[in-house]
Each structure stands twice: as C-alpha cells, then as structure tokens.
C-alpha cells in the first residue's frame, strides 16, 4: 500500500487532492512506457492531473 493511500481519509480536500496527484504523478511513467506518450491513456491522465492542479 503507498503513503497516499495509507492516509486516505484523514486530510483535508486540499491534502487528498495532493495525494491523488502525486500517485497519478508517480504511475504516469509506468503508462508512458506501456503505451506511448501520446497514447490516449497518457493524455487522459494528464489531464487528470491539470484538474487536481487547479483544485488544490
């Protein structure tokens, strides 16, 4: 289990948006290796990520 999971839960919005970007940061390589960097599941997770951005 990664940190970010162990704390869900227990922050504040701004603290689990946080967390959710920086799992989303960590497994972005792994997609990007898998399936290109310009493949649709590399895009759509970033954009996950510039959400999460904006919200915290």
Do not use: H
Not at 29 to 54: C, E, H, W, Y
């Amino acid at each position: 289990m990664t940190a970010a999971l162990a704390r869900r839960g227990s922050g504040t919005a701004a603290g689990q948006s946080s967390d959710a970007l920086a799992e989303l940061e960590a497994i972005s390589p792994l997609l990007a290796n898998a399936f290109g960097v310009q493949s649709t599941q590399v895009r759509n997770l970033d954009k996950q990520m510039t959400r999460l951005r904006g919200s915290s």
